[in-house]
């Protein structure tokens, strides 16, 4: 019987090496941002302040890695209401028509040479329309919590096109090319 | 670009109504009202010019609705408007007009009304009611225009025209659709141009023929504007209604005026629900 529970008890340990885990986004310790150029002389800033989403993460085996993230488009905030109004019609994210944005990862691999910084490809939906994108991601860190929970966390940036996705209003005036940066913390499942 | 997108399509409509029309020739007269058909091609061009100046491209034909929303219909549909207008050369009565704006209004307003306003799964009768109600929309909004063409003079109509298309546009503009309010911009910009022609060539008459462009089109861009915000309908509502109040301007004490004073009163009362209509907007906007 001890040796039983001896072999259960290594088996358990040894499932728990092997798997990836599992973390649910803390949106209250994350960040869905974006920047813009306006006419051409500066950066306006904004972001989405309701979004959720999970990431698989194991920092020997980036095979079993992958994130999802979903964004109410609605949420947009950019400090100023009636530019958020402006960006939630027609001319912009049209969020009655297109409720959300997403990003689902196709692969998240650690960039050659580096410890702590990852490539993550997917296909990122906006707009209603979809597009394989290049996220760079770096670990900023991972570790137990306070509460005896366990969290990691990545800063993420990329750039897109607008146009890309059928935001084409006012290119002149403010810029195709949108940097984004996200920000995720992760609570571990 | 913003002047690009009104005084180049205001230029086009001017010089496709000259071409065509040729409003100095000496028999003008006798051709009467026919003769500017072309306001409704002039408007169709310049239109399809402001769009690209102000979206960037055109949309081909037919319009992919995965890459366009359903009022870039409106390029082609006000090229197809120039057809009746042309064809009432040949027949022009009450009936041939009725039966070409109920088509053309029954068609627009099945292609523009969007399908998103119907979530998956609910019935499809709320498009249905948005279609219908665009359609009678459109086809009262050309009776009322046609009729006024008839009761005031070119100049004058195309300054109510001008005055009607900016409304709109500040409508569209309170409510978060700076698109369409450049669009509608360009309309009033082309209006203006028709009055500036109107004031050498004072024959020139939008009857049965950039009426069609008015009724349809600005309820088509009022419509999409209204279903992507959030502003209440009642602006949108009186600003389409606003011509009809030109005809205040008939009452018999108005009408032993001066033709300018007449002309300067109608157009004061298309202001009165312009005004309405804009003050309701504002308060939403701000």
């Not at chain 2, 496709?16 to 409003?23: M, Q, T």
């Not at chain 2, 009607?164 to 309309?187: E, P, R």
Request: glycine residues 6%.
């Amino acid at each position: 019987m001890k040796l039983l529970t001896c072999f259960a008890f290594v088996a358990i340990m040894f499932a728990t090496t092997i798997s990836a885990d599992e973390y649910k986004v803390d949106a209250s310790h994350s960040m869905m941002a974006f920047k813009v150029k306006h006419l051409g002389v500066s950066y306006t800033h904004g972001r989405f302040n309701d979004f959720k989403g999970n990431f698989t993460f194991d920092a020997n085996d980036t095979s079993k890695n992958s994130i999802s993230i979903k964004i109410a488009a609605k949420s947009i905030d950019s400090n100023s209401a009636k530019r958020d109004d402006h960006l939630r019609g027609k001319d912009f994210f049209f969020v009655k028509k297109y409720k959300t944005l997403s990003f689902e990862s196709t692969s998240f691999k650690k960039k050659e040479g580096s410890k702590n910084e990852f490539i993550v490809e997917g296909t990122m939906k906006m707009h209603g329309k979809k597009k394989t994108i290049t996220v760079d991601a770096k670990l900023v860190g991972e570790g137990k919590d306070p509460w005896g929970g366990y969290r990691c966390g990545f800063s993420c940036s990329f750039t897109i096109k607008r146009s890309d996705f059928g935001m084409k209003y006012m290119i002149g005036g403010i810029s195709d090319e949108v940097h984004i940066t996200a920000d995720v913390e992760g609570i571990r499942k | 670009m913003q002047l690009f997108g009104a005084i180049i399509p205001a230029t086009i409509c001017a010089v496709v109504v000259l071409i065509c029309a040729r409003p100095w020739r000496e028999n003008i007269h006798s051709l009467q009202k026919n003769a500017y058909w072309s306001i409704a091609l002039g408007l169709a061009g310049g239109y399809a010019f402001a769009y690209w100046a102000i979206v960037g491209d055109i949309p081909s034909f037919p319009v992919n609705l995965e890459d366009y929303e359903s009022d870039s219909w409106l390029i082609y549909i006000s090229f197809i408007l120039a057809l009746p207008a042309f064809t009432h050369n040949f027949v022009n009565n009450n009936t041939s007009k009725f039966t070409f704006i109920a088509i053309s209004a029954l068609v627009t307003g099945w292609l523009i009304v969007p399908e998103w306003i119907v979530d998956e799964g609910e019935s499809s009768a709320l498009l249905w009611y948005w279609r219908i109600g665009y359609a009678a929309t459109a086809i009262a909004l050309f009776a009322i225009l046609e009729s006024l063409t008839k009761v005031v003079k070119g100049k004058t109509f195309s300054l109510i025209c001008f005055f009607l298309a900016v409304a709109c546009s500040v409508v569209l503009v309170l409510s978060a659709n700076a698109k369409m309010a450049q669009l509608c911009g360009a309309i009033s910009a082309m209006s203006m141009a028709m009055f500036v022609v109107g004031i050498v060539f004072r024959e020139i008459s939008w009857s049965s023929s950039g009426v069609y462009f008015l009724a349809i089109l600005l309820p088509g861009l009022l419509v999409n504007g209204y279903l992507a915000a959030d502003t209440p309908l009642t602006p949108f509502t009186l600003v389409i209604f606003a011509p009809i109040f030109a005809w205040g301007a008939q009452l018999k004490a108005i009408q032993k005026y001066p033709p300018l004073v007449i002309s300067l009163v109608s157009i004061f009362f298309v202001f009165i629900p312009i005004s309405i209509a804009l003050l309701i907007a504002y308060q939403y906007y701000v």
